[in-house]
């Protein structure tokens, strides 16, 4: 079927479509751009020809609609407008610049277990966000590695809702069977009394990872995970043939279950099941001893909580016992099992948050941020926090660090707490401050940002406490505004604002580079984003003395970063600074580290390319030996260019047209 070229239609006025990154048996999609909007935002949209003509493909992208009115969740493609012409239909939706978990797979084989396991923890949640946002649960019907989408940022989303379904309970599906072959689980290919429910959607989950974990279809082999990739644990094959059971009665009954089995992968080790032995038999002990006191003395009631005291004592003081020996798995376990017993010990939330925050890990910062919410959000219940305002106060913050909607959710719901059940005046945490952070957060829960809103909460911020500099309250603050400053560069561009920030910022860093208090995970991404600040207003600059001394202020801030492990987009702001300090050799190296990490990342190899360029027209300017540039050229040109946004395109061919390519 060909269709009509759409390049240059504006939709309703509002949606200029640009080109054709996709197709589909009957239709097309589209990059298209908001030309009305402010940050004018790129959009995908996916467009049909002639439905009226087959009414049953018109009711199948009617019923999408319908499915999938007014659901928002982070890790699926959310729709934003549809429209039905005279001929044709269109479904605009947001645009993930990235690719397919299939074509990942065949490009670059079988995935490490740390990225399944990543993506994995992901799409449990937008799936269980599908089965419990209504009365009836939506299943999704067809997941499999064609229809997830790996954006830059390494964050799996759900695409092509097309075969997603309400059902109802125990009611049988009607129609031709549903799914992608050897992804679908049996009961979808059933003739008679198909019924299908959460567990058909865990079995989707179980398929497709064991072909991301092995490459192979599972139609194609009857071998376990574990017999076609050594290296995958013991626990994800588990999980995964779990999944894959025939029966449903025999796989997990809800994607919960799959998510916490995930996140307790480690429990199958062998050093796990013995530290669990050891603190089985303590606790066994401790309740004993629980049992003797309410025989003995007839204190019923009270004598179980003096029990669960001693209980959270014990476990308490064993959690320290670990973190002083370096068991730093075996201390988390221990903290949460003391939080488990007793929700209103203080000390064991603090201990908690101390250990995920420590500088004993070889994670980037942002890893960190992340695994440290994720431990509390799955762990423990934000409402018990009351007692540890600090603690709420902090998580907020690393949640906002981490820039996602659920993440920014999460934010929201602890500082609702902190604001309705904390005394957090009493700690000394400035009103302004937690109402400003309040605003932050609910505003990253929603699609467009406000940019009223945003200037409201930094003025908050701005009048937060400052009678010492030192105080915790205050590093958050300009902490949070430097993270402002960064997001949103076209709202705050007043110079002497931003050096305020960062020069109290500085001072702040210098009086706690000692303090153990002020959290390492929180000194780096600072450095970071001030980084970031000064190279952005470097960029901006017209006078070469002043851009150059900016671009050294960018690279003196990344210098304090030490030695650590960064992020990718870290990695490249480090090599984009070092390539405006002309520093190319360096500039190469440092985006040579971040390939490492993202091997298929266009926009990385762009800049690789580019510096190539630029460093031999330094070195040798009338010498035209681009071989260095046309190697990072020619791993671009195998990277499939179908999603990539126009702009992107321009920079290739530009860079296509420089070394003669």
């Not at 989408?149 to 599906?173: C, Q, S, W």
Request: glycine share 6%.
């Amino acid at each position: 079927m060909c269709m009509r070229d759409l390049t240059g239609y504006i939709l309703d006025g509002r949606f200029l479509l640009k080109t054709q990154i996709g197709r589909g048996g009957s239709s097309t999609i589209w990059l298209a751009q908001d030309v009305t909007g402010k940050l004018s935002k790129y959009w995908a949209v996916k467009y049909v020809e002639s439905p009226q003509k087959r009414p049953e493909l018109l009711e199948k992208y009617r019923e999408e609609v319908r499915v999938l009115d007014n659901l928002s969740h982070p890790n699926m493609s959310n729709i934003h407008y549809y429209a039905e012409k005279e001929d044709a239909f269109f479904l605009v939706i947001n645009y993930i610049n990235g690719d397919t978990l299939s074509h990942i797979v065949k490009s670059s084989g079988r995935q490490s277990e740390g990225n399944v396991v990543s993506w994995a923890k992901m799409l449990c949640d937008v799936l269980f966000y599908l089965h419990t946002v209504r009365e009836n649960p939506i299943i999704y019907c067809d997941l499999n590695p064609q229809n997830i989408m790996i954006d830059d940022h390494n964050i799996p989303y759900l695409i092509d809702f097309g075969l997603a379904t309400e059902i109802k309970r125990g009611e049988y599906v009607k129609g031709p069977p549903l799914g992608t072959s050897g992804y679908a689980a049996p009961e979808q290919y059933k003739k008679t009394n198909r019924i299908i429910d959460e567990r058909t959607d865990v079995y989707g989950l179980g398929t497709t990872l064991f072909f991301l974990i092995t490459g192979v279809n599972p139609k194609d082999t009857d071998k376990m995970p574990a017999e076609l990739n050594e290296e995958i644990s013991i626990g994800l094959n588990h999980l995964i043939m779990k999944c894959m059971e025939k029966n449903p009665k025999d796989r997990y009954q809800s994607i919960a279950d799959v998510k916490q089995d995930l996140l307790d992968l480690y429990k199958y080790n062998d050093s796990y099941k013995k530290s669990l032995k050891r603190r089985i038999a303590a606790f066994c002990i401790s309740a004993l001893m629980c049992v003797i006191s309410i025989g003995m003395t007839g204190i019923g009631y009270n004598g179980i909580l003096n029990g669960n005291k001693q209980t959270y004592n014990s476990l308490y003081n064993t959690a320290q016992q670990s973190l002083g020996k370096g068991n730093y798995d075996e201390a988390e376990e221990e903290y949460i099992q003391a939080i488990a017993v007793n929700p209103d010990g203080k000390e064991a939330y603090q201990g908690l948050y101390s250990l995920l925050s420590a500088e004993n890990s070889g994670q980037s910062t942002s890893a960190m941020t992340q695994r440290r919410v994720d431990s509390f959000k799955m762990n423990t219940v934000a409402e018990s926090m009351k007692v540890v305002p600090n603690v709420l106060l902090n998580l907020s913050l690393d949640c906002l660090e981490l820039n996602q909607v659920s993440y920014a959710q999460y934010a929201s719901d602890l500082l609702n707490v902190l604001k309705t059940k904390s005394n957090y005046k009493q700690e000394g945490i400035d009103e302004n401050e937690v109402d400003a952070l309040a605003q932050i957060a609910k505003n990253g829960v929603e699609l467009e940002p406000d940019h009223e809103k945003i200037k409201s909460a930094a003025d908050k911020l701005k009048t937060a406490s400052n009678e010492s500099a030192d105080d915790n309250t205050k590093i958050i603050s300009d902490y949070v505004l430097i993270m402002l400053y960064t997001a949103y560069p076209d709202v705050f561009n007043d110079r002497n604002e931003i050096n305020r920030v960062i020069n109290e910022s500085n001072d702040i860093l210098e009086r706690n580079k000692d303090n153990t208090e002020f959290a390492f995970t929180k000194k780096i991404p600072l450095c970071i984003m001030i980084a970031s600040q000064y190279y952005l207003l470097g960029s901006e600059e017209v006078d070469a003395k002043a851009q150059n001394e900016l671009f050294n202020n960018a690279n003196s801030w990344m210098e304090k970063t030490g030695n650590i492990q960064l992020d990718v987009n870290d990695y490249i702001l480090k090599g984009n600074i070092l390539k405006g300090l002309k520093r190319y050799s360096e500039a190469k190296q440092a985006y040579q580290i971040a390939l490492a990490q993202s091997p298929q990342n266009v926009d990385l190899l762009i800049s690789l390319c580019q510096v190539c360029i630029d460093e031999q027209s330094v070195k040798a300017p009338k010498d035209k030996d681009y071989s260095e540039a046309k190697m990072y050229f020619n791993q671009i040109t195998q990277i499939d260019n179908k999603n990539l946004p126009v702009v992107t395109l321009q920079q290739i061919n530009s860079l296509k047209t420089q070394i003669g390519s």
